[in-house]
């Protein structure tokens, strides 16, 4: 019965504060950008940059807090896999609006 738990020895479970710790960072992360939103003290487009460096944060939150990704060599194949799908997502999305734009371009002009 020891040996089933030795599967999962290389892996680094968070503690409750850990966890409570991540939480709150992401609670103040939402609430700021809840803020950020209601008090209209930004322009259009400096309310979206801040929108979306907050989510970006948030998104590091997650990965550390609970996700539990570090540069450690045990998160190793786990942290290149998650920087395979983030590039691959940005060049689907940037490609996107590329191509977009560009069909934009050349249907107006005629």
Do not use: K
Not at 3 to 18: E, F, M, N, R
Not at 95 to 107: E, L, P, S
Request: hydrophobic share 55%; glycine share 6%; no cysteine.
């Amino acid at each position: 019965m020891a040996d089933a738990h030795t599967a999962h020895s290389g892996s680094s479970h968070g503690s409750v504060g850990s966890y409570l710790t991540g939480f709150v960072i992401s609670v103040v992360l939402t609430a700021a950008a809840f803020g950020v939103v209601m008090a209209h003290s930004f322009s259009p487009s400096g309310t979206i940059a801040a929108i979306a460096i907050l989510a970006a944060v948030q998104v590091v939150v997650h990965l550390v807090f609970f996700l539990h990704m570090n540069t450690s060599s045990e998160q190793r194949w786990n942290v290149m896999a998650f920087v395979f799908t983030v590039t691959a997502v940005l060049i689907l999305i940037v490609g996107t609006v590329f191509i977009m734009h560009d069909t934009a371009i050349n249907m107006m002009s005629r």
